[in-house]
Every structure is written in structure tokens, then in C-alpha cells.
């Protein structure tokens, strides 16, 4: 216990002399340069149709809690409206790294 308390507050000092920039530059790699852009996706639900926000160009896929694959879709808008005609139930909705739990009734 006295080790693993030893190693956590040494790795917090040692954080502590890192020097961080608020204002942090693109990285360039190899003549490449590289922009961090999160991009906010937003998945909602309401009266069977789901609406998608922010995902143009990525697929969406929608899968049952039994593991199986529902249906794929490729989000050609920056909002897309998308009627779900599937059984009630309870599925997992997945746009890029965004997953969202969605439930039909």
C-alpha cells in the first residue's frame, strides 16, 4: 500500500514539471501537418426517428444487445434524419467513436 502511494505521488509531482502551452501548436510530421479536430457528434431518438448531427461522411451502424448487426447507413449530411422501421427493443447505436444506447417502444 505505502509503495503504490509512493508511486502515485511521484508521478503527480513529476506531472506537475511538465510544462503545458495553452496555446499549443499543430504538430507536423514529415512535412505533414496534423490539426486535432473533435468533432461533437450528436445522436438522438424520438418517435422512431433518429437524428444524427455532426457525422457527415462517417457510417452509422446499429446493432441489437444480442450482438447483432442491425443496419449500416452512410451519413451524407451534417444532419440526417434516419425513420427506424425495427422492432421494439433496446439497440446500440455507434457513429465513429460516439455510442448511444437507443430504445424503441
Known sequence: ??????????????????????????????????????????????????????????TLEIVSLTGKKIMDVKVESPAQKIELNIPKGCYIVKVGKVVRKVSVR
Do not use: H, W
Request: hydrophobic share 55%.
Open 1 to 58: 500500500m505505502t509503495k503504490r502511494l509512493l508511486i502515485i505521488s511521484f508521478t503527480m509531482a513529476l506531472s506537475c514539471l511538465v510544462p503545458v502551452s495553452a496555446n499549443a501548436a499543430p504538430a507536423y510530421f514529415a512535412g505533414v501537418m496534423e490539426l486535432a479536430v473533435e468533432q461533437d457528434v450528436t445522436i438522438t431518438f424520438s418517435d422512431g426517428i433518429l437524428t444524427v448531427i455532426g457525422a457527415e461522411g462517417q
